[in-house]
């Protein structure tokens, strides 16, 4: 089975302009949840999608924001960027709806952002 | 809120040493709790999980125990390899709200040497 893939996998944007990451989950997976990596702020939730709805969504402001669609894909967007938005992307699939549950990540979108 | 404290690194061991990380963890209720490793240059990939109290998840000679007393979930292993060399990561999913999410310690960093 395959795993999670996200696309592109690396990406450089200039500050200012906005950036949509995608995620495909894992066959089956019906939630998809987001993580920013970073040095200092080391790993933190986005937020998580389970059919098309989201369902819980971390401290970041709303310039990040995501869908989710009919197949379980998602995309998530950050619109006009900041310095501090260049990080690692984490885009993870679970399997069980209740939550709880064990996630499955790929191999993340390396943003820079000059 | 939930919160998750690990041991820092960088922890540097001889290859066929004894492997300890600490984790503990502040939580409300009974969360799940895993441990995620990550190398170089990839996402995170699940080793570990427990679901509730003094459950054992164990895996390619990892294990961990779920020690509600002590609120800690340490990872250890007999006998590190060099390719045991990554960066560690200790996470819980929170008790309530019927969502996937992941609250990640610090990470740390594991070099084995031959």
């Known amino acids: 089975k395959a795993g999670v893939t996200q696309t592109p996998r690396y990406l450089i944007k200039t500050r200012g302009q906005q950036v949509t990451l995608s995620c495909s989950p894992i066959s089956g997976h019906r939630s998809v949840s987001w993580y920013q990596q970073t040095p200092g702020q080391g790993l933190q939730f986005l937020f998580e999608y389970f059919s098309e709805t989201q369902r819980n969504k971390g401290n970041f402001p709303g310039r990040f924001s995501g869908r989710q669609f009919s197949n379980s894909r998602s995309e998530m967007n950050v619109s006009t960027l900041e310095l501090g938005d260049s990080a690692l992307y984490l885009c993870?699939?679970?399997?069980?709806?209740?939550?709880?549950?064990?996630?499955?990540f790929g191999p993340g979108t390396r943003l820079t952002v000059t | 809120g939930d919160s998750v404290t690990q041991m820092e690194g960088p922890v540097t061991l001889s290859e066929e040493a004894f492997l300890t990380i600490n984790c503990t963890y502040t939580a409300t209720g009974y969360p799940s709790l895993f441990w995620y490793v990550q190398y170089p240059g990839e996402g995170l990939q699940l080793l570990l999980k427990?679901?509730?109290?003094?459950d054992k998840g164990s895996n390619k000679g990892f294990e961990a125990t779920y020690r509600k007393e002590t609120t800690s979930f340490h990872l250890e292993k007999g006998s590190v390899q060099v390719s045991d060399s990554a960066v560690y990561f200790c996470?819980?999913?929170?008790?309530?709200?019927?969502?996937?999410?992941?609250?990640f310690g610090a990470g740390t960093r594991l070099a084995v040497h031959p």
């Open positions: 996470a819980l999913s929170p008790f309530s709200g019927g969502y996937n999410k992941l609250i």
């Open positions: 993870a699939s679970s399997l069980l709806q209740q939550g709880r549950d064990e996630q499955y």
């Open positions: 427990a679901t509730k109290a003094d």
